[in-house]
């Protein structure tokens, strides 16, 4: 029986079934999609490239991977959160890694108790369940990276990952279970007052928001609560005591 607190391996990744990005298109590395060069100009090289990755075959439209309002000349606009088999984040995978066929270094993803941070396949996730662990979220840019970030072991929310805004205030996200969610932002902070500025995407010709001047911790209650909320989603736990926030 694990203890609550300890942290250990999860389960052996089998990398036939499960590559690092498991929900890609196309063949460079990245989120839902061809993240550093699928814009809407490109779209004729996406739908002729045979290998559209393990979503293609359920899919079968590329239309899919666009919110109709997001950002205009962006074509992927749905992301992954990176507790989905994404970037490693501070905290959640133990420092051993190995190399799969691919030669890409795999982290193993860290076990709090029952609940396992950095998932790899649907037999991760413990406590919480499936209903409440993230998968998919309504970025509405194409970002420069690979997925949608939240840190796990501070109250911040990842520069290049401000709160998605839509939907009257609103964010979607899509569970490990298959059903789809619709949070309002309890924070005027979060809808409004966070420093953001536009800037280039790398490697291709849009441009998306980031947090001005870095990370950037909530200063009002419901605006902690609202990236807590997403951060307990994401990693199905926060990686810090809440008090700890002012230290």
Known sequence: MELEGKQTKNAKTD????????????NRQSAVGDCHGFTLIELLV????????????YLRDIDIYRFPRGRV?????YKTVSSANGGAVAGTYLPESRINSSDEVIPFGKRVGNTVLRLTRLTDIGSPGAGARAVFIDQGVTSGGG????????????QASPPPIH?????TLSMADGHAEYWKWRGRETVAG????VVPT??????????DGGDYEPTTEDGLYDLQRLQRATWGRLGYQPAERNQ
Request: glycine share 6%; with cysteine; aromatic share 10%.
């Open 73 to 77: 000349g962006h074509a992927c606009t």
């Open 46 to 57: 996406v739908i002729a490239d045979r290998n559209k990755g393990p979503l293609w075959p």
């Open 147 to 158: 997925d949608f970030r939240v840190h796990y072991l501070r109250p911040k929310w990842w």
């Open 15 to 26: 990398t036939r079934q499960t590559p690092r990005r498991c929900h890609s298109i196309g």
């Open 194 to 197: 966070l420093p953001l500025k």
């Open 167 to 171: 939907h009257a205030d609103g964010v």
């Open 202 to 211: 790398p490697a291709i010709h849009v441009f998306m928001e980031v947090l």
